[in-house]
């Protein structure tokens, strides 16, 4: 069985830009959840879905923005990034909500 | 305060030792507990999930201390490829992540 997809694997952007990053979630699974993970840190949640609807959000400007489609994909946006915004950003999906599997990540670097 | 406290280490160890990580968390109202492994430049993979009453999985010990607030994780006979930093998790409505414990294993 296919794990969670996500693409592109990496991505170079200038500040001021916008990107949109993709998520396959597990077979079966209802729920994505993105995070931020920067050198030497923790991932950090960034918002989770379930049957198309947020169902949190962590502390991220409202730069930050994500959907989830019908068959349970999602995307994240970023508008107008910064260089602070330059993490590897991970999506995870889950059939409950707290057991999470991750999918390789996005490396976005902003320059 | 962070949410979730580990110290980051590195931990150096020879190949066979036992080494213990422990972490805290701050809401005690947290509900579920994990340990996920990550490699260098990878993504965090769940390792096991942490119960009050503990949890084994091979050399992979797991323990839950709710009055103290406190998770440990215990590696038996340590191996060269357990070399990773781990992370502690717990789950409030969303997974909170500490920030890692480097493990090394040297031969």
């Known amino acids: 069985d296919a794990g969670v997809t996500q693409s592109p694997t990496h991505l170079i952007k200038t500040r001021g830009q916008h990107v949109t990053l993709r998520c396959s979630p597990i077979s079966g699974h209802k729920s994505v959840s993105w995070y931020q993970q920067v050198l030497g840190q923790g991932p950090q949640f960034i918002f989770q879905?379930?049957?198309?609807?947020?169902?949190g959000r962590g502390n991220f400007p409202d730069r930050f923005s994500a959907r989830q489609f019908p068959n349970y994909s999602s995307e994240l946006n970023v508008n107008a990034l910064l260089l602070g915004d330059s993490a590897l950003y991970l999506c995870?999906?889950?059939?409950?909500?707290?057991?999470?599997?991750f999918g390789p990540g996005t490396r976005l670097t902003v320059l | 305060r962070k949410e979730v406290e580990q110290d980051p280490g590195p931990f150096n160890v020879p190949e066979g030792a036992t080494v213990a990580f422990n972490c805290t968390y701050s809401n005690s109202a947290s509900q579920s507990f994990f340990w996920y492994r990550q490699d260098c430049r990878k993504e965090p993979k769940l390792l096991m999930s942490?119960?009050?009453s503990g949890n084994e999985d091979g050399r992979f010990t797991a323990q839950l201390n709710r009055a103290s607030q406190y998770i440990s994780l215990l590696i038996r006979d340590s191996k060269l490829s357990d070399s990773a930093t781990y992370l502690c998790v717990v789950y409030t409505g969303k997974l909170i992540f500490g920030q890692g414990t480097t493990l090394q294993v040297k031969p």
């Open positions: 995870a999906s889950s059939f409950g909500f707290s057991e999470q599997f």
């Open positions: 879905y379930y049957e198309k609807e947020e169902r």
């Open positions: 942490v119960y009050s």
